[in-house]
């Protein structure tokens, strides 16, 4: 990472202003000049540094209110097979594989969103009879106490 | 939220324009005028549904390390022990969940070694040490975007 992406990552944190030219300003903050600011971005695109740019939501506001963590206990050997089924379903935007913990045996975790509880439940039921993994649990939020993009570079380090 | 409002919202969640004057692409591609396109972009924003438009890095790709963490946190304390978390700056996710591990929280920190001090620091500050790191081994899907 040379100093001058460095720059235009911490440019770009806190995202872009609204106006004609919102570009202009990331530039005038990271010290380039404006095309050098939109090749890097789009060669970030390319080789995955940046996964997508683009608007967050706020789900909620959205329309999409309901969001609930599904974890699942997947045997080792049917990982892969489960970690593709739950993937294609629409109403799963997140599907990690993750390690077990004390008495909490589930591995899989599959982040599902939807208008009600019943959609959730639904699109679960769905990916448990696809699968044949039934010991599976769904973890509402109660709460949401942050959500924020994260810090890169933080200039007080 | 109207047709156009939610065609904008297709477009603009996955692939917003690379280009100096990017509304007048998004207009172009809507039928409307560049100004009409930034004025519902700016509309989506106040009104809440878009929380920012921006860039979504690969921490790992930035050479950091993220992980979930699951914590047990005795329900009366939820709230105290939250804002706690919250105010570390590593924590970009923290929600609450109807479950005995009851809060989750995602860090997004420089190297293993400050999610490490990150998590001791935490445990010390709370007094919770029922606190468990979950890092990804696998990432089967990653898509943050919602259909309209």
Redesign the interface.
């Known amino acids: 990472?040379t100093e001058t992406q460095i720059e235009i990552?911490k440019a770009?944190?806190?995202?872009?202003p609204?106006?004609?030219?919102?570009?202009?300003e990331v530039a005038r903050k990271a010290g380039v000049p404006?095309d050098e600011l939109?090749a890097q971005?789009?060669a970030?695109?390319d080789?995955?540094?940046?996964?997508?740019?683009?608007?967050?939501?706020?789900?909620h506001?959205?329309?999409?209110p309901v969001n609930a963590?599904g974890v699942w206990n997947v045997p080792d050997d049917r990982?892969e097979e489960f970690?593709?089924t739950?993937?294609a379903s629409?109403a799963?935007?997140?599907?990690?594989?993750?390690?077990r913990?004390?008495n909490?045996r589930y591995n899989l975790?599959t982040m599902i969103?939807g208008r009600l509880r019943e959609d959730c439940e639904k699109a679960a039921r769905r990916i448990s009879e696809q699968t044949g993994i039934t010991d599976y649990?769904l973890?509402?939020?109660?709460?949401?106490?942050?959500?924020?993009?994260?810090?890169?570079f933080?200039s007080e380090v | 939220m109207d047709d156009l409002d939610r065609r904008l919202l297709n477009i603009v969640q996955a692939d917003f324009p690379i280009a100096a004057r990017p509304y007048l692409v998004l207009g172009k591609r809507l039928g409307i005028a560049e100004g009409e396109a930034l004025e519902r972009m700016r509309a989506l924003v106040e009104s809440g549904v878009v929380r920012e438009i921006g860039a979504s890095f690969d921490a790992r790709r930035l050479g950091h390390a993220s992980t979930l963490v699951a914590a047990k946190v005795p329900p009366e304390r939820l709230e105290e022990v939250a804002n706690i978390v919250s105010s570390f700056q590593q924590v970009t996710h923290n929600y609450g969940r109807d479950h005995e591990y009851n809060l989750w929280f995602a860090l997004v920190c420089r190297d293993a070694g400050e999610i490490e001090r990150t998590l001791e620091e935490i445990k010390a500050r709370t007094g919770v040490s029922d606190i468990h790191e979950l890092p990804a081994e696998r990432t089967f899907k990653l898509r943050v975007d919602f259909r309209f």
């Open positions: 990472m990552i770009l944190q806190g995202g872009l609204l106006s004609e030219e919102p570009f202009l404006q939109l971005i789009k970030w695109k080789d995955g540094t940046i996964r997508r740019f683009g608007a967050m939501l706020r789900h506001r959205a329309g999409y963590m990982i970690g593709r739950a993937a629409e799963v935007t997140h599907c990690y594989q993750r390690p913990f004390a909490f975790y969103h649990a973890l509402y939020t109660t709460r949401e106490f942050k959500k924020v993009g994260p810090v890169y933080p």
